[in-house]
């Protein structure tokens, strides 16, 4: 990932996010979301960790690193991701991607208010006209869930997930500035997302008998694979190289993308 440029890095976000969105509805109604999220992300990291322990790579860490990898993982893999499949029961995905239009200024005003890191009124100005512009192309599906309770639900559900990933965003730019490596973050944190969400589904009840249905796995591998362990190793190599603000623009191009899908 290093190896990639900025721009490469960015695309390839944009391009696998902006198709997970619909990935996801083949997730929903086959299993509940905290089952779907726990599965996805244990799936993930166990690849990334894998993948880390056939290069060497250390995988011992004590009990502060750990408390600070589930910090990242599970605000960013683990309830947020809760709440963006909840969400996606209740309103169309490209109402849910143009939540994530506001990922820019969310974590670029978090960065501000807990790091010092500054931003100019190009920043906020961008970011505004960046969600002004992608909430315009959904204009009609606004129209449509004006007054629907279940819309609002969704809409309830889309917020908690771009502000808890704007958290686990922010955790791992820091994570990253402590000196914590990088791959083992990714992994470990993925983990602590997936058990926070089974340790959620069991307390509800929900089973975690994976259903006999091809589009399920074929969803859950991509999600997985591509959705989370290629995507979230570019998206924090990009965060760590300009900052948690702008890398969060790709929250404003996936829409494009999952519009047209």
């Known amino acids: 990932m290093h190896r990639l440029r900025n721009w490469q ?13 619909y990935a996801i509805t083949f997730q929903l109604g086959h299993a509940t979301p905290e089952v779907g999220v726990a599965l996805r992300f244990g799936l993930a990291g166990s ?9 060497g790579i250390g995988l011992r860490f004590g009990g502060r690193d750990h408390a600070l990898f589930a910090l990242q993982g599970v605000f960013l893999y683990g309830v947020s991701y809760i709440c963006v499949y909840h969400a996606e029961k209740h309103i169309v995905s490209g109402l849910v991607a143009v939540g994530y239009s506001a990922s820019p200024l969310v974590t670029g005003l978090g960065a501000h208010a807990l790091f010092g890191q500054r931003i100019g009124m190009r920043f906020v100005g961008g970011g505004l ?4 512009g992608v909430a315009l192309m959904f204009w009609r599906e606004f129209g449509r869930a004006a007054g629907d ?9 889309t917020v908690g997930a771009v502000l808890l990933s704007a958290v686990g965003a922010l ?9 914590l490596p990088f791959w083992p973050a990714l992994g470990y944190g993925m983990l602590y997302g997936a058990v926070v969400c089974a340790v959620v589904a069991l307390v509800q009840g929900h ?6 249905v091809a589009s ?4 859950l591998l991509y999600l997985a694979l591509a ?20 890398a969060g623009t790709i929250g404003v191009m996936t829409p494009l993308l999952a519009l047209v899908v």
């Open 9 to 21: 890095l960015f695309a390839i976000c944009v391009l696998t996010w902006g198709t997970t969105w």
């Open 47 to 55: 690849v990334v960790l894998a993948l880390c322990a056939a290069r």
């Open 129 to 132: 006209l960046g969600l002004a």
């Open 149 to 157: 309770q279940d819309a609002a639900l969704g809409a309830l559900f």
């Open 171 to 179: 955790a791992a730019s820091r994570n990253r500035s402590r000196g």
């Open 207 to 212: 089973s975690f008998a994976p259903p006999a």
């Open 216 to 219: 399920w796995w074929a969803s």
């Open 227 to 246: 959705g989370s362990v290629l995507t979230f190793a570019c998206f924090l190599t990009l965060q760590e190289r300009i900052g948690p603000g702008p």
